[in-house]
């Protein structure tokens, strides 16, 4: 398995803007994971989006997927306080393969 | 979606004891499940893999003899601390995975050895 990274480690914004943070990673994939974490928490799943897919949107947040550069966005829209969490992505290789985890992006989002 | 549980969201043990952490999945079949540790601040590092039915599979550097993991069926893993020290306390967090898709996570266990 491989482990993304993701970029930048840290984001702070004020309610209501967006936020974006990317993902690079090495290897092919058949799909890329993105999930959240509030803190002291486990890991919640936000969207898959596979390898021949481009772009998925699911609520406020939309995943862009660039195999070429071998990179994956997260946008996350009108953003609230409650979207104050770590957020990992996780390329994946399909099967039952596991799942490895950079040190992620901590979002703040003020008030 | 699917839902892993995991027990007990805290412990705090003496150093030498041992400590257990059950891992289930409460609507699915998972054959594998995988355990991770957290530090503070710091990303998930998978410790082992477990299989269903078969010895667990150890990340590298990871001590089997310290981390004792049983997946004794579809869906129940544990994962037992043995003779735990100060070291040991972190984030622990299982997973479980249905397909080769999303990977649902259990809500953590806050370990404090002292």
């Known amino acids: 398995s491989q482990q993304g990274e993701e970029d930048p480690q840290a984001l702070s914004i004020q309610e209501g803007e967006n936020a974006t943070m990317n993902c690079s990673y090495k290897?092919?994939?058949?799909?890329l994971q993105w999930y959240r974490q509030n803190s002291g928490r486990g890991l919640v799943h936000l969207i898959l989006?596979?390898?021949?897919?481009r772009e998925k949107h699911s609520g406020r947040l939309r995943v862009t997927l660039d195999t070429s550069k071998k990179s994956s966005s997260l946008l996350i829209t009108a953003s609230r306080a409650a979207d104050t969490a770590s957020y990992f992505c996780?390329?994946?290789?399909?099967?039952?393969?596991?799942?490895?985890f950079g040190t992620g992006t901590q979002l703040k989002v003020e008030l | 979606g699917a839902v892993v549980s995991q027990h007990p969201s805290r412990v705090i043990c003496k150093s030498g004891t041992s400590v257990k952490i059950e891992c289930r999945s409460l609507?699915?079949?998972?054959?594998?499940m995988f355990w991770y540790r957290q530090f503070p601040k710091q990303s998930l590092m998978l410790m082992a893999t477990?299989?269903?039915?078969?010895?667990?599979?150890?990340e590298q550097g990871v001590e089997k003899d310290k981390f004792l993991i049983n997946h004794a069926s579809l869906t129940l893993s544990t994962l037992t601390v043995t003779s735990a020290h100060p070291e040991d306390s972190s984030f622990y967090i299982c997973?479980?995975?249905?397909?080769?898709?999303?990977?649902?996570f259990g809500q953590g266990t806050r370990l404090t050895v002292v």
């Open positions: 609507d699915f079949q998972a054959t594998t």
């Open positions: 477990s299989n269903e039915g078969s010895k667990a599979t150890y």
């Open positions: 997973s479980a995975r249905k397909t080769n898709t999303e990977a649902f």
């Open positions: 290897t092919s994939i058949n799909n």
């Open positions: 996780a390329p994946g290789a399909g099967g039952g393969n596991k799942l490895t």
């Open positions: 989006i596979r390898s021949n897919e």
